[in-house]
């Protein structure tokens, strides 16, 4: 497929005006799940996700107990292919069709990033369609304005297993960092928590069912950093506080319970939603009059505790709280797809020199985040 060449007078090149239809394929390959989805935006109407293809890896690095990157970039290489052709199939289109491709160029695990930006060089090099390339993480800021329509400026939580951090989104390509992880993002402290106390991954789900029966109030967990101004967050010592509450439990009743499990993940989960609520109440506070939402995405927006948690917060501040449906908050293509829509509508292009990016900070002025997470260093 990546090798058709198509007529010459079938190809659409560059210089599509504003206010135009544009048809965009977005390539996601930066993590453990590999995407392909097309987009379209016509001039008066709300942007349609005309197929959103997403095959996940989970089965594959289950056995290691966390993502490979060697796996997950051989993943990719295979399966990229298959996605692209399902999604033109799902959407009844053909490469003729588009006007452009995004592909995330980073942050990510490297050797899945390489794979899609060399998937999506392939394609525009055999058809002569336009590339952009785009930021993981601008995707996911941007997905508010793909189910939502939000308009400038907004204030995202961004909150899955590899990223944490509070932004403030005042154009397509303008991105305020308020605050951030500096050690695990959420979801990999849900994923190790789960670990800890042999539930299966992905852990957020299963400490979330864990939880209802439990009672938060048993174990006292810290609020990290909650003592300290700014909306920086920290997660690794909460699962180390819940590691210690653990083996003390073991060496007192030689094991746990199932109900001692259930408390110690409603606790946990607890403390993850008050470090979540209370710092997004400062990221309000800090960010300047005007906001149009509170918006969350990431898989730990999933998590119903904290989205209710978070709803509160909007709530008291007067703001709309904004949270996608969960499979365009957790990784997808559409999401690609739609931040390259946008940014080729800003005029924006890449050539055939665009490298794929470990690391690429969405906001360039602030300090870097120290922390590693399944995704590696922390954008
Ligand atoms: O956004 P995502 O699909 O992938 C990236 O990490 O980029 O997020 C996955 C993360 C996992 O760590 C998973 O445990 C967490 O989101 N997660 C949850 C819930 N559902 C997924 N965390 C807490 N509660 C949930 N219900
Ligand atoms: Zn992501």
Same mark, same amino acid.
């Given at each position: 497929m990546v090798g058709v060449v198509l007529p010459a007078s079938r190809i659409r090149r560059n210089g599509r005006a504003m206010g135009e239809t544009l048809t965009i394929l977005g390539l996601e390959s930066s993590c453990d799940d590999t995407a392909a989805a097309i987009v379209r935006s016509r001039p008066g109407a709300a942007p349609e996700i005309l197929s959103s293809v997403v095959q996940g890896q989970t089965a594959l690095h289950a056995p290691f107990g966390g993502v490979v990157p060697e796996i997950a970039a051989r993943a990719h290489a295979e399966k990229l292919d298959i996605c692209v052709e399902q999604a033109l199939a799902e959407a009844g289109l053909g490469l003729s069709d588009l006007d452009a491709i995004a592909v995330t160029a980073g942050p990510g695990l490297i050797g899945g990033v390489l794979s899609g930006v060399m998937c999506a060089k392939g394609i525009a090099a055999a058809t002569g369609l336009p590339l952009v390339g785009v930021n993981h993480l601008a995707g996911h800021a941007l997905t508010p304005r793909l189910t939502d329509g939000l308009a400038f400026p907004y204030l995202m939580l961004l909150a899955s297993g590899g990223h944490c951090q509070f =932004?403030?989104?005042?154009?397509?390509?303008?991105?305020?960092?308020?605050?951030?992880?500096?050690?695990?993002?959420?979801?990999?402290?849900?994923?190790?928590?789960?670990?800890? =106390?042999? =539930?299966?991954?992905?852990?957020?789900?299963?400490?979330?069912?864990?939880?209802?029966?439990?009672?938060?109030?048993?174990?006292?967990?810290?609020?990290?950093?909650?003592?300290?101004?700014?909306?920086?967050?920290?997660?690794?010592?909460?699962?180390?506080?819940?590691?210690?509450?653990?083996?003390?439990?073991?060496?007192?009743?030689?094991?746990?319970?199932?109900?001692?499990?259930?408390?110690?993940?409603?606790?946990?989960?607890?403390?993850?939603?008050?470090?979540?609520?209370?710092?997004?109440?400062?990221?309000?506070?800090?960010?300047?009059?005007? =906001?149009?939402?509170?918006?969350?995405?990431?898989?730990?927006?999933?998590?119903?505790?904290?989205?209710?948690?978070?709803?509160e917060v909007a709530a008291q501040a007067g703001l709309p709280f904004v949270a996608p449906p969960l499979r365009l908050c957790t990784d997808n293509a559409a999401m690609i797809a739609w931040a390259g829509l946008e940014r080729f509508r800003a005029g924006e292009r890449d050539d055939m020199t665009l490298t794929a990016r470990p690391r690429w900070p969405l906001d360039t002025h602030s300090p870097t985040l120290i922390g590693a997470g399944k995704k590696g260093a922390k954008a």
């Amino acid at each position: 497929m990546v090798g058709v060449v198509l007529p010459a007078s079938r190809i659409r090149r560059n210089g599509r005006a504003m206010g135009e239809t544009l048809t965009i394929l977005g390539l996601e390959s930066s993590c453990d799940d590999t995407a392909a989805a097309i987009v379209r935006s016509r001039p008066g109407a709300a942007p349609e996700i005309l197929s959103s293809v997403v095959q996940g890896q989970t089965a594959l690095h289950a056995p290691f107990g966390g993502v490979v990157p060697e796996i997950a970039a051989r993943a990719h290489a295979e399966k990229l292919d298959i996605c692209v052709e399902q999604a033109l199939a799902e959407a009844g289109l053909g490469l003729s069709d588009l006007d452009a491709i995004a592909v995330t160029a980073g942050p990510g695990l490297i050797g899945g990033v390489l794979s899609g930006v060399m998937c999506a060089k392939g394609i525009a090099a055999a058809t002569g369609l336009p590339l952009v390339g785009v930021n993981h993480l601008a995707g996911h800021a941007l997905t508010p304005r793909l189910t939502d329509g939000l308009a400038f400026p907004y204030l995202m939580l961004l909150a899955s297993g590899g990223h944490c951090q509070f =932004l403030r989104v005042d154009g397509v390509a303008a991105f305020t960092r308020l605050g951030g992880t500096i050690d695990d993002a959420p979801g990999e402290a849900f994923d190790k928590t789960a670990k800890l =106390l042999a =539930l299966p991954q992905p852990g957020g789900p299963a400490v979330e069912a864990e939880a209802e029966t439990g009672d938060a109030a048993r174990f006292a967990f810290p609020r990290p950093l909650m003592d300290r101004p700014g909306c920086d967050m920290s997660f690794s010592g909460l699962k180390t506080a819940l590691l210690r509450t653990r083996d003390r439990i073991i060496a007192e009743k030689g094991g746990i319970t199932v109900q001692d499990r259930a408390d110690m993940c409603a606790g946990f989960q607890a403390a993850v939603r008050d470090v979540l609520a209370g710092k997004a109440r400062r990221a309000i506070d800090a960010a300047p009059q005007g =906001l149009t939402a509170l918006a969350v995405a990431g898989g730990v927006a999933a998590n119903r505790a904290i989205r209710t948690a978070l709803q509160e917060v909007a709530a008291q501040a007067g703001l709309p709280f904004v949270a996608p449906p969960l499979r365009l908050c957790t990784d997808n293509a559409a999401m690609i797809a739609w931040a390259g829509l946008e940014r080729f509508r800003a005029g924006e292009r890449d050539d055939m020199t665009l490298t794929a990016r470990p690391r690429w900070p969405l906001d360039t002025h602030s300090p870097t985040l120290i922390g590693a997470g399944k995704k590696g260093a922390k954008a």
